[in-house]
């Protein structure tokens, strides 16, 4: 009756069903996996900036496949505030970048293609890909105390089968960003072997520093076909806006094609809502301040973290350069899923084991850097007493 490409393990692991458990005793702990910007008081403050998702304009219906112009406008008009010249026609909106990669899994592949991925990155993508029938090759980062883009390994991973390259810039949850020379191979590579660039960019706006080493946004890129995604999920912290988009560059046939196929595809579902289109630029005008609560809680909880492990900690935090999470290398004294449990149960802390994010090895956990600042110093001193203690 039903598909292959629906054919899940829909049995809980372990670790889910133990935290279920948790859940149902009803007994209260600190939640070191939060990471839903609305639920710890970050994003846009309800207030008069959401009126213009009731602007006179939203009564009428005059879809645009690409969405419309003057959403595109205000998507540009924040490229150009980061310094990026880009036209509403080098634009395509979607509901959310979940929503773009379904997009381009069908513009680039066909059933049994590959795209290659870098990871450890977001877990989702394997049930994107999944569903478009499209086979994710996992290529796995170098590390090497940071986490770098390996292109050499890239490059071997290719087939003939081999359609696309994913990229997470900066990556999540390793907070490594792309450096300006693995940027500049990866881009030549994928000219050369006519691979298409995917570079999911939605954590771009949250770096740590200015890092003249790391390579900056690929939205105007015209050396390979390049599709750069991001959207309001991040650069406003408000995923329930449904609002996200990809910037599509690359050499001119190329791209002009790309646009084409994607206005058909897109022309298929018109599935971007009128009011955030129409309210874009008015909630677009709100990001300094929403992202700047977020880089202030970021840094004081990284702060926290790194005075915590000053003073001879056991654990050591993994080099990054950006996000919203750190991961924490602990020692192997036991398994990842044994720290999350022992952690849950003894110290009432919630954390991630790497393997969520398919970290290669064991000895790495991965913790939020949004829950508020007094949550997150009282949960992170109770997790590294209980690691130095072990
Ligand atoms: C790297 C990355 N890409 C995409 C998404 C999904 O974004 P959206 O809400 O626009 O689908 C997330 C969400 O956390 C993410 O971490």
Redesign the pocket.
């Given at each position: 009756m039903f598909s292959d490409r629906t054919l899940w393990n829909l049995t809980p692991n372990a670790l889910s069903a133990h935290l279920a458990a948790r859940r149902a005793s009803r007994r209260p702990f600190d939640d070191l996996t939060e990471?839903n910007p609305t639920r710890v008081g970050l994003g846009l403050a309800h207030g008069p900036a959401w009126s213009a998702l009731a602007a006179p304009a939203v009564a009428r219906y005059e879809p645009d496949p690409r969405g419309l112009p003057v959403a595109r406008e205000a998507v540009c008009a924040y490229y150009a505030a980061r310094g990026h010249a880009l036209t509403p026609d080098d634009l395509v909106l979607?509901?959310?970048?979940?929503?773009?990669?379904a997009w381009l899994f069908k513009l680039l592949c066909d059933a049994g293609d590959e795209v290659l991925v870098a990871h450890p990155?977001?877990p989702?993508?394997d049930d994107l890909a999944k569903l478009e029938g499209v086979t994710l090759r996992a290529v796995p980062l170098a590390d090497e105390g940071r986490w770098e883009l390996d292109v050499d390994a890239l490059a071997s991973a290719v087939t003939p089968r081999t359609r696309a390259v994913l990229i997470?810039h900066p990556?999540?949850?390793t907070g490594s960003l792309v450096s300006r020379e693995a940027r500049e191979a990866l881009v030549a590579m994928c000219a050369r072997r006519g691979l298409a660039l995917v570079v999911?960019e939605?954590?771009g706006d949250y770096a740590w520093r200015d890092d003249r080493t790391r390579a900056g946004s690929f939205c105007d890129e015209d050396r390979a076909l390049t599709f750069t995604?991001?959207?309001?999920?991040?650069v406003l912290a408000m995923?329930q806006l449904?609002l996200?988009w990809m910037v599509v560059r690359g050499p001119r046939a190329l791209r002009d094609e790309a646009i084409a196929r994607l206005d058909m595809i897109a022309d298929s579902y018109l599935s971007v809502g009128a009011p955030v289109q129409h309210a874009a630029a008015s909630l677009l005008a709100h990001r300094e301040s929403v992202q700047g609560a977020i880089r202030a809680r970021v840094a004081a909880n990284l702060g926290a973290l790194r005075a915590g492990l000053h003073g001879g900690s056991c654990a050591t935090l993994l080099a990054a350069d950006a996000g919203w999470y750190a991961m924490l290398r602990v020692p192997r004294t036991r398994s990842d899923d044994a720290w999350v449990r022992a952690l849950l149960d003894d110290d009432d802390v919630l954390v991630q084991p790497g393997w969520f994010f398919d970290v290669p090895r064991e000895g790495v956990l991965v913790v939020s850097l949004l829950p508020e600042e007094p949550v997150f110093a009282r949960a992170i001193a109770r997790v590294l007493a209980r690691i130095d203690a072990a």
């Open positions: 990471s979607t509901a959310s970048t979940s929503e773009a990669y990155s977001y989702l993508f997470v990556n999540n949850p999911d939605v954590f995604l991001s959207g309001l999920s991040k995923p449904k996200g």
